[in-house]
């Protein structure tokens, strides 16, 4: 069953001693939108073609213990995705692994670390004009 993560909970995670692509994965699910800043080390997988790579991405993640979803919002793409994604890998591997979705996006996780853009263990690729 897919579990929401609220900002704080994931900023521990990605300041901690876990491995990004080995611990946990972040998927970001926003299509022309992700232009302009990610969260750092996160991997684009656009959501208009989420159905089309979702083999492959639950093959090449599916000894990754944590996955993360998320869109702008996380309303409707980041939520959708992680719920196929979920299906998905349960489906083809077994069920030791979690699936969340990042609360309120990269829109709320922005707005509540305000001086992430400077912070180079949490964004990348920050364009001020976007924002």
């Not at 489906?91 to 912070?119: C, E, M, P, R």
């Not at 949490?122 to 924002?131: K, S």
Request: proline content about 4%; some cysteine.
């Amino acid at each position: 069953m897919v579990q929401g993560i609220i900002g704080s909970e994931l900023v521990k995670l990605i300041k901690s001693d876990k491995v990004p692509d080995k611990d946990y994965l972040i998927v970001d699910v926003r299509d022309d939108d992700w232009k302009g800043g990610n969260i750092k080390g996160s991997r684009n997988h656009p959501s208009q073609k989420f159905l089309l790579e979702v083999d492959d991405l639950v093959e090449g993640t599916k000894n990754v213990p944590i996955t993360i979803f998320h869109c702008a919002l996380s309303q409707e793409r980041g939520p959708k995705a992680a719920r196929i994604y979920e299906e998905t890998r349960n489906a083809l591997h077994d069920t030791n692994h979690t699936v969340y979705v990042l609360q309120g996006g990269f829109v709320q996780f922005g707005q509540s670390y305000k001086i992430f853009k400077d912070d180079p263990e949490l964004v990348e690729n920050w364009r001020e004009i976007i924002w």
